[in-house]
């Protein structure tokens, strides 16, 4: 049974940072691709990074390069999403996505790509 438990949103000035972690179990790592997902009010959940568990490729969305960063822990099967200079319009619910690398149709932007899904975590931006 595949777990997805994402943690560390809450509620930061412009300009902070915070730190998302997706606690994962019941996979075969190696063989998937962790994703991070948003979703604002009114708004469609839109890709924000990912990352190849195998080889550590990495993809971000345009608004978040050099802001954001997505990494692993290994050892504790945890992957996280480290914001940086964060902006009132990145107020969303976070979501952790799971997506097999196998016989996969859809790129690591594309939500049809993951499988599995977390409950999302609340990260709140204030100006």
């Known amino acids: 049974q595949v777990q997805l438990v994402e943690s560390g949103g809450g509620l930061v000035q412009a300009g902070g940072s915070l730190r998302l972690s997706c606690a994962a179990s019941g996979l075969r790592f190696s063989s998937y691709r962790m994703g991070w997902f948003r979703q604002a009010p009114g708004k469609e959940r839109e890709f924000v990074a990912a990352?190849?568990?195998?080889?550590?490729?990495?993809y971000y969305e345009d608004s978040v390069k050099g802001r954001f960063t997505v990494s692993r822990d290994n050892a504790k099967n945890t992957v996280i999403l480290q914001m940086n200079s964060l902006k009132p319009e990145d107020t969303a619910v976070y979501f952790c996505?799971?997506?097999?690398?196998?016989?996969?149709?859809?790129?690591?932007?594309?939500?049809?790509?993951?499988?599995?899904w977390g409950q999302g975590t609340q990260v709140t931006v204030t100006s």
């Open positions: 996505a799971a997506g097999r690398l196998e016989w996969q149709p859809y790129t690591a932007y594309d939500r049809r790509a993951y499988d599995y």
């Open positions: 990352l190849n568990w195998s080889d550590i490729k990495t």
